[in-house]
């Protein structure tokens, strides 16, 4: 998978409008064009490493690195034929 970077950046300004980092109040936000995903923790302490993921791109706050993460296929972000 791989992630249209114009349309994220295009969704986000139209979705986020010119919302600040709630945790610094800043506005430097960078979009890392990488996808990444959280891995499920079992019962037995074992990591899930197959099946289905959520497909997560960062968005950082460059003032206190707070970071962001937005569904690439819910932004409608990833590039077509993926
Ligand atoms: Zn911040």
Redesign the pocket.
């Known amino acids: 998978m791989k992630i249209n970077t114009e349309k994220l950046v295009k969704r986000l300004n139209q979705k986020w409008k010119d919302i ?7 506005h ?1 936000w960078s979009v890392d064009p990488k996808i990444v995903t959280p891995v499920e923790v079992l019962a037995n302490k074992k990591m899930n490493l197959g099946g289905r993921f959520q497909p997560l791109v960062p968005i950082t ?6 970071t962001a993460f937005i569904n690439a296929l819910v932004m409608d972000c990833v590039e077509e034929g993926e």
């Open positions: 600040p980092c709630p945790f610094c109040g800043d430097k706050c460059g003032c206190c690195g707070y």
